[in-house]
């Protein structure tokens, strides 16, 4: 008879993705769910799973690949470590885990070991002597349970390889498991060289199951996954990306006030609580963090990648260890962090990409308890951004054009004071979301406004009209220029060369500057208006491009913008041909 299985005695937004284990019939009759129970209940300490876990691993000890998707503090670690030690599945022995996360392989092997669980660690930062303990432990007769390596190790080591070989030949390699997935996919912006050669797991090990992790991925980066790993056919286990304790804004962020409006939300807000503060840019983490010390009298520290390791590591553990509250980073913070008290995660600059912007939020209010996710929005980071991306020659022109797609797509976020941010950040990941479900816990749904829809169908087609026109009398023009030439601006730059007797000159004159600004951004997000950077001798601007190309594509495929009171909200509806069929604009009244 299956034991009966606790129902949880208050409701938490962790409860919500907690379910009942023997809903399904092949989970019912599986015949590791003994053991599989007995080791939650006994090493685990845990009476239930949350929502996919059992499934996945079901799946894993089927001897299947699998493809999860969970959101931060969804539980993917169980999803491994569990079968890890079960002796009842298709393969057994040595759980090969790959990860990017140093500190997180730290903290995952003391908490294994404290439970009992033989673990080793290969990694750039163990001693010597830790190090020859976990080859001894690898090449002996009782194996560890689960190998945590990097995935730069696993490519580079020839030894590595040689005992990987010699134990799959034993029989013993139980699985691979291959965590923050999406580093492998060439979308991702996260890219690791090493991920690349991942493929060779599926060519070297043919008969051991892979189970990919992660916590962002939209419909495009799961299929590079699949291709990339050679799992075609394996179970895929998505979760909702919906995290219902979050609370979503956005606001105009002023380059002289930014970090007094930063510590005066946290001292009105989160006064004592933990929280993370997402930078540009190294110099900017160490200016805010002493700026939050000295001027406001909060503990902050600064944290970015090129602290050396003692300094990231001792940071890091103060911050967890509740010496100081906030830390200033730059992305390099925050992959693979447990600590579940965040209470809200502030960005002084805007995410490169939604998914970006999805794992970082991601990282406040993993207890389940309501956290704030502020981010301060500006155009000027915008362009901070894409010149970092342009600059970057580590990209192919592919990847960074993508990136700069996946900016623009951000900035439209941000731009957009209509819709509600948890559908907008739901549909990124494929995924539907009712804006009525979401409470008033975004800005956009706190704010109530009177709304108005309105067709600008016609100024979006004679904004493309317009900058084809200017191009064609000077091909630097810039974004600024470009804006005031279509509200009818008679100033002298617009004047002088004679952009005011153009058509469509001061087609936009009627409409509010925040919704021009956000039909452009629109305009941008589907790659109509593009732009690109050009040598003013001492240094680069960036001048405006038009894609007749793209502009075609998303004419007769692609939706349109809508605005709202103060703002645009975007109604789906194909057009048949020109961009006048596709723009519905919601906007505020007023």
């Keep these: 008879m ?3 299985v606790e129902k949880p005695t208050h409701r938490s937004v962790s409860d919500s993705n907690i379910v009942p ?6 989970i019912k009759n599986s015949p590791y769910l003994p053991e599989i129970m007995e080791k939650l209940n006994t090493i685990f300490g845990m009476r239930q799973f949350r929502k996919n876990q059992l499934e996945v691993i079901t799946a894993t000890l089927d001897g299947r690949d699998v493809l999860v998707l969970m959101p931060t503090g969804g539980g993917k670690s169980l999803c491994y470590q569990l079968p890890a030690i079960c002796q009842t599945g298709k393969t057994r022995g040595v759980t090969v885990v790959i990860s990017p996360l140093l500190a997180l392989m730290r903290d995952q092997e003391q908490s294994l070991l404290s439970k009992g669980i033989d673990v080793v660690n290969f990694s750039s930062d ?3 002597e830790a190090n020859s303990d976990s080859w001894a432990k690898l090449n002996g007769r009782n194996k560890p349970s689960i190998m945590y390596v990097t995935p730069e190790k696993l490519e580079s080591s020839s030894k590595m390889k040689n005992t990987l070989q010699r134990v799959y030949e034993q029989g013993q390699l139980a699985r691979f498991v291959i965590d923050e997935a999406h580093v492998i996919s060439s979308w991702g912006r996260n890219f690791r060289t090493a991920y690349k050669n991942l493929d060779s797991l599926r060519r070297h090990y043919p008969t051991v199951p892979i189970m990919a992790l992660t916590a962002t991925a939209n419909s495009k980066t799961r299929r590079d996954i699949i291709d990339r790993l050679g799992i075609q056919g394996c179970e895929v286990l998505l979760q909702s990306f919906n995290r219902p304790n979050l609370h979503y804004s956005v606001r105009p962020k002023s380059g002289k006030t930014i970090v007094c409006d930063i510590a005066t939300y946290i001292k009105s807000r989160h006064s004592g609580e933990t929280g993370i503060i997402y930078c540009l840019s190294r110099d900017k983490c160490e200016e805010v963090a002493k700026e939050l010390r000295d001027k406001y009298n909060l503990r902050a520290r600064h944290f970015h990648a090129k602290m050396n390791s003692d300094d990231k590591q001792r ?3 103060g911050w967890q260890d509740g010496d100081f509250e906030i830390i200033v980073a730059t992305i390099a913070f925050g992959m693979g962090i447990d600590k579940h008290d965040v209470r809200f995660v502030i960005h002084h600059t805007l995410s490169r990409s939604l998914d970006s912007y999805a794992q970082e ?6 207890d389940g308890l309501p956290s704030d996710c502020l981010l301060f929005y500006s155009s000027q980071d915008v362009n901070a951004i894409m010149s970092q991306i342009r600059n970057d020659k580590d ?6 054009q993508l990136q700069i797609d996946e900016l623009w797509q951000m900035s439209y976020f941000c731009q957009n004071d209509v819709d509600c941010r948890r559908k907008e950040l739901m549909a990124f990941f494929d995924q539907v979301f009712d804006p009525r479900d979401c409470h008033k816990s975004c800005n956009n749904c706190v704010e109530v406004k009177e709304l108005k829809q309105e067709n600008l169908t016609r100024q979006a087609s004679d904004a493309v009209r317009l900058l084809q026109m200017m191009l064609r009398r000077d091909t630097h023009i810039s974004h600024t220029l470009c804006v005031a030439a279509f509200r009818g601006s008679k100033s002298s730059d617009v004047t002088k060369k004679g952009f005011d007797g153009l058509s469509p000159f001061g087609a936009g004159k009627d409409l509010p500057a925040k919704l021009v600004q956000r039909l452009f951004a629109h305009l941008y997000s589907r790659r109509a208006f593009s732009q690109e950077p050009q040598s003013n001798g001492m240094w680069n601007s960036n ?3 038009v894609s007749m190309k793209h502009i075609r594509r998303w004419v007769c495929h692609e939706p349109a913008v809508a605005r709202r009171k103060s703002g645009c909200l975007l109604k789906r509806q194909r057009g ?3 961009v006048s069929r596709c723009q519905y604009f919601r906007f505020v009244v007023g």
Aim: no cysteine; glycine share 10%.
């Design 2 to 4: 299956a034991p009966a």
């Design 21 to 26: 284990i023997y809903d399904r019939e092949p």
């Design 126 to 128: 163990q001693s010597d």
């Design 315 to 317: 940071t890091q553990k």
């Design 361 to 366: 939020t991601g990282r406040a209010g993993r």
């Design 395 to 400: 990209l192919t022109p592919d990847v960074a």
């Design 543 to 545: 001048y405006m491009q």
């Design 576 to 578: 048949s041909g020109d």
